[in-house]
């Protein structure tokens, strides 16, 4: 890896680690070379970028600590605006150089997504994005099967929140660490798609591993808990 990169790089890791984000690296280039240009981000092949994650620890780490730091009228989104929060203490902290934040939630005005988070987690190495095509005896026939990321330590428990991309940093050398497969066998992953397809609210899907770390129960109730009520679940007003 180029100095400049890993110097990028545990600086962001500096500001995100110990709050419960996970951050990796890529080109645009492998991002790019696996969508139809309609989804192309419109940078260089070379191109740094990184791609944040939440894990399990970001709840208690970063999410509560923003809520009680934060007055409570001002917050509509708080996972949203925690996130946000933070990524913009990052690019404040890089001053010196061009960031360009986007968020999972954000649409383009043709209401696509502003960004793919799976194919970006999965060529960056991050964790593995489960699709149809991953399955030599598809039994879903007609159906529509939406792709799932299993992260290979936190299964279905982490979410992609982010990319950072750095339009004035052009790398040439990068290894591309391919994500690990993790969901080993056909008949795991037909199980994985089955279960992320038709019981993805009951969560079980994010199990589909041993994972070394998932979501507490307290986290668990506030995300399966309708935006209105969660912040009374946490003990303070909704
Ligand atoms: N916009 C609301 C907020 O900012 O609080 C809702 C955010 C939200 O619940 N996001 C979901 C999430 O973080 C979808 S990405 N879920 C965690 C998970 O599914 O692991």
Redesign the pocket.
């Known amino acids: 890896m180029e100095k400049r990169v890993a110097y990028l790089e545990k600086r962001i890791r500096g500001k995100l680690e110990h709050l419960g984000f996970e951050v990796h690296p890529f080109k645009v280039g492998w991002y790019n070379a696996v969508l139809p240009s309609v989804f192309h981000l419109s940078y260089s092949d070379n191109t740094l970028a990184f791609v944040v994650l939440?894990i399990p620890a970001m709840f208690d780490k970063a999410f509560k600590p923003f809520l009680k730091s934060q007055p409570l009228e001002k917050i509509l989104?708080?996972?949203?605006?925690c996130i946000s929060h933070h990524l913009s203490l990052v690019r404040e902290s890089l001053a010196d150089r061009q960031v360009e934040i986007m968020y999972?939630?954000e649409m383009l005005p043709n209401r696509k997504p502003r960004f793919l988070a799976q194919t970006a987690a999965h060529v960056a190495g991050a964790a593995y994005y489960y699709q149809r095509k991953d399955v030599q005896q598809d039994p879903w026939g007609e159906k529509k099967i939406y792709g799932v990321c299993i992260h290979p330590y936190y299964g279905?428990?982490?979410?992609i929140r982010a990319l950072l991309l750095f339009p004035d940093v052009e790398v040439s050398f990068l290894q591309q660490n391919p994500p690990i497969d993790c969901v080993r066998t056909e008949e795991e992953k037909i199980e994985l798609l089955d279960k992320f397809n038709f019981h993805w609210q009951d969560w079980r899907y994010r199990d589909i591993i041993e994972v070394k770390e998932k979501?507490s129960e307290e986290q668990k109730t506030y995300?399966a808990a309708p935006?209105a009520e969660?912040l009374k679940l946490l003990g303070l007003q909704g």
């Open positions: 939440s989104d708080p996972v949203d605006q999972d939630y279905g428990w982490f979410a979501y995300f935006p969660r």
